[in-house]
């Protein structure tokens, strides 16, 4: 059964303090690893997808990495916009209704 | 272009009676999904649909059915609804790749909090 582990669950951190998320994960033939924002009352946003280990994207104060274990979603210099809930989730072979997601990690940016 | 919306946005339900949840897509996607999202939890698969017509059983299918009469739109209904349904419920579409499986990224709607009492 694929599993998505997100530490921490809660994250403080003053604005420009840099910081990283951990998202670990078990599945069996990664197809696709997604990170998600979500805003308190909303729905999730898509950041990121990474396909394979070794691979890395950036947004704006955001990059995450992706090992064959887990993946890190690095936040440079945080604002307070920065503030949410951010969602870990992977695709494993069972195609598009296997998606797993994680509880997540809710971010706290204070000024 | 309005994404993917919802309605209602909030709605409170006496055990057993019974309610249709609405999601609408303007961005032509053929993959459509319902989730519920409950605290502690992941967002949990409810039901999906790979195209007009077509449904499919998610990872928490019990007490819920859903329909896909017209592309854009996809409706999860709860034929009695129980407290143990309290959530909130958020519908995802997605482009639909041709060629067999593929990583899809979800867009998602805002949610419809539902509260049975």
């Known amino acids: 059964e694929d599993q998505v582990t997100q530490s921490p669950e809660a994250l403080r951190l003053q604005e420009g303090e840099s910081s990283s998320l951990n998202c670990s994960y078990t599945?069996?033939?990664?197809?696709?690893l997604f990170w998600y924002r979500q805003d308190p009352g909303k729905g999730p946003e898509f950041l990121f997808t990474?396909?394979?280990a070794g691979e890395e994207k950036e947004k704006e104060r955001l990059k995450a990495t992706l090992t064959k274990k887990e993946s890190f979603l690095h936040i440079t210099a945080p604002k307070p916009e920065d503030s949410a809930t951010y969602l870990c989730?992977?695709?494993?072979?069972?195609?598009?209704?296997?998606?797993?997601f994680g509880i997540g990690t809710k971010l706290q940016v204070i000024p | 272009n309005a994404g993917v919306t919802q309605t209602p946005k909030f709605r409170v339900l006496k055990t057993g009676q019974s309610m249709t949840l609405l999601c609408a897509q303007d961005?032509?996607?053929?993959?459509m999904y319902w989730y519920r999202q409950d605290p502690g939890m992941g967002l949990r698969l409810i039901h999906y649909?790979?195209?007009?017509?077509?449904?499919a059983k998610g990872e928490v299918p019990d007490g819920y059915n859903v329909s896909r009469l017209k592309k854009q739109n996809f409706l999860l209904g709860l034929e009695s609804a129980a407290p143990s349904q309290t959530s909130v419920y958020f519908c995802?579409?997605?482009?639909?790749?041709?060629?067999?499986?593929?990583?899809?990224?979800?867009?998602f709607g805002p949610g419809t909090r539902l509260l049975v009492l």
């Open positions: 995802a579409s997605s482009p639909g790749l041709a060629g067999g499986w593929s990583q899809e990224t979800q867009y």
């Open positions: 599945v069996s033939g990664l197809r696709g």
């Open positions: 990474l396909y394979s």
């Open positions: 989730a992977v695709q494993g072979p069972g195609g598009y209704q296997k998606v797993t």
């Open positions: 961005m032509n996607h053929e993959y």
């Open positions: 649909s790979v195209g007009e017509g077509t449904t």
